[in-house]
């Protein structure tokens, strides 16, 4: 050290010193005794980092925490979590261990802050095209970690908070919107699937969630136990979920209750559905097929494959995107020019269902009701898109109310 002035004969204070490179350095001791330094170009520089420790110091903050990195906080956060689905907090697990362990969770708590995370949210954007929606799901994990880091008093507030605002103004736009089926799509599909050949013996799966609006996985998770003939209702209790362990881990299905206390409820079934059932009762009898899984308890599901096994419902988004491709094959054999067939997935089906439901004239509130959600807001909000079909019969209604007479 060469000093206890500045070259400009500014009088050093306590623990601050002029290094022998000609910059300066702010020593202290934490309440365990453990020294710390902070460095900086400019006398002043090092006074706005000297000031923050000394606020920092009498608020509480334990310097000898400072040390810790996400990661290790990482680890108290999974001893400590309780409350939650399994399937819901192997999901937090492996979002964590997928992007952020690797990198940012070496970062020490002492170096975390707003600018940060938001640089990491946006390079995962920008370098590992990630959606927004994606980072939304790591930022929640995240947030929770430092949290705990919060509460431990060892960082003053969460740098998370609105960190995804900056993300959101950049790409919070470009989320992919779920377009339901125009209702010729959804005739051109259901037509395909009841004609005999390879996807036949799909067509009671898929029947089911087009015109039930359930999701996937409460119909997958459906028990015949759980449907009433005579009466023609399907009692909605419960939901299988397959999810990933994390690293190493394996993976594995799982019933969890219904996503919501709204979610638990039933579901009148349209003649169609209670045939479709019906034909997949015959069709397991015909074949010898019999469900030979039991999942917490659970056995006697209504959709197994021909070994009596539970569908995966990425299994379900396959078959789709195989049927899509046989469709545009018939399609483009009659004219090569013609439009595509959308590519369909699982979600889809359940928007399409609403949104059938809502080009019917269908109450709201029982729209609502029966898709299992806690509002009609977000059955309006979310699920009911407008095709242009519906829009230009509805358009048209002006035309016949009003003539010639403007």
């Not at 689905?85 to 697990?93: D, L, P």
């Amino acid at each position: 050290m060469s000093g206890r002035t500045t070259k400009s004969k500014v009088k050093l204070r306590k623990g601050e010193y002029l290094r022998d490179n000609n910059t300066f350095e702010y020593k202290w001791s934490d309440r365990r005794g453990k020294r710390h330094s902070v460095y900086a170009k400019t006398i002043s520089e090092l006074r706005v980092k000297e000031e923050e420790i000394i606020k920092s110091i009498l608020d509480g903050i334990d310097y000898s925490k400072l040390e810790a990195t996400v990661n290790s906080y990482f680890e108290l956060w999974k001893e400590l979590k309780t409350g939650i689905r399994e399937t819901t907090f192997a999901g937090y697990v492996r979002y964590y261990e997928r992007y952020v362990q690797p990198e940012f969770g070496n970062l020490k708590l002492k170096d975390v802050s707003y600018s940060t995370v938001v640089l990491f949210f946006k390079k995962m954007a920008r370098e590992r095209g990630l959606c927004f929606s994606t980072i939304q799901k790591i930022e929640v994990t995240l947030s929770m970690i430092l949290d705990v880091a919060v509460r431990d008093e060892i960082i003053r507030s969460n740098p998370c908070k609105g960190a995804l605002r900056e993300l959101q103004r950049e790409i919070g736009d470009e989320q992919k919107v779920v377009c339901p089926l125009s209702l010729s799509e959804q005739k051109q599909l259901e037509d395909f699937l009841a004609k005999p050949g390879r996807f036949n013996k799909y067509y009671p799966v898929f029947t089911v969630m087009l015109w039930t609006g359930m999701r996937v996985g409460e119909v997958l998770g459906l028990r015949w136990d759980d449907i009433d003939f005579d009466r023609g209702i399907i009692n909605v209790n419960h939901t299988l979920m397959h999810y990933d362990k994390g690293k190493g881990r394996g993976s594995a299905y799982k019933i969890n209750p219904p996503k919501t206390k709204s979610s638990r409820r039933t579901v009148p079934m349209l003649p169609k559905v209670k045939n479709a059932l019906l034909r997949e009762k015959e069709y397991q009898k015909l074949i010898g097929i019999k469900c030979n899984v039991e999942i917490d308890g659970y056995t006697n599901f209504v959709f197994v494959n021909s070994n009596g096994n539970v569908y995966h419902h990425k299994k379900l988004n396959y078959l789709l995107n195989q049927i899509c491709e046989a469709i545009n094959e018939e399609i483009h054999a009659e004219d090569p020019r013609a439009k595509d067939f959308p590519h369909v997935h699982n979600h889809m089906l359940r928007h399409t269902f609403a949104t059938r439901m809502r080009e019917a004239g269908a109450d709201i509130k029982a729209t609502s009701d029966m898709m299992g959600h806690e509002g009609i807001m977000i059955t309006l909000k979310t699920y009911t898109d407008a095709s242009d079909e519906f829009k230009m019969r509805e358009i048209s209604v002006l035309d016949d109310y009003y003539g010639n007479a403007i």
